[in-house]
């Protein structure tokens, strides 16, 4: 059993930054792949970013060059840094871990951004 829990989420002006953060109950080293999802009112989740065991990162077309995510192993959190912020990025960001044993979510933390 892996336990996640976002935080970082809020309200900004677009064009601002944030950073989200996702502490996992375990030891991220050892997972498949970490990452984030997003999902919009009415839309359906969709992957944002992926870290995989290797380092390796994967991101959606429409992040790329302003979203990066990272992690620190010592404190077995994941990160998502936002930049350049856009109204289309408001939604509820959820925290993904895959450790080799099942598939993991966090509850979400929310993102608005005001035009």
Do not use: H
């Not at 080293?29 to 919009?40: K, L, V």
């Not at 992957?47 to 404190?75: C, E, H, M, P, Q």
């Amino acid at each position: 059993q892996v336990q996640l829990v976002e935080s970082g989420g809020g309200l900004v002006q677009a064009g601002g930054s944030l950073r989200l953060s996702c502490a996992a109950s375990g030891s991220i080293f050892s997972f498949n792949a970490m990452g984030w999802y997003r999902q919009a009112p009415g839309k359906q989740r969709e992957l944002v970013a992926r870290i995989i065991s290797g380092g390796s990162t994967i991101y959606a077309d429409s992040v790329k060059g302003r979203f990066t995510i990272s992690r620190d192993n010592a404190k077995n959190t994941v990160y998502l840094q936002m930049n350049s912020l856009k109204p289309e990025d408001t939604a509820v960001y959820y925290c993904n871990a895959r450790p080799g044993f099942g598939t993991y979510w966090g509850q979400g933390t929310q993102v608005t951004v005001s035009s």
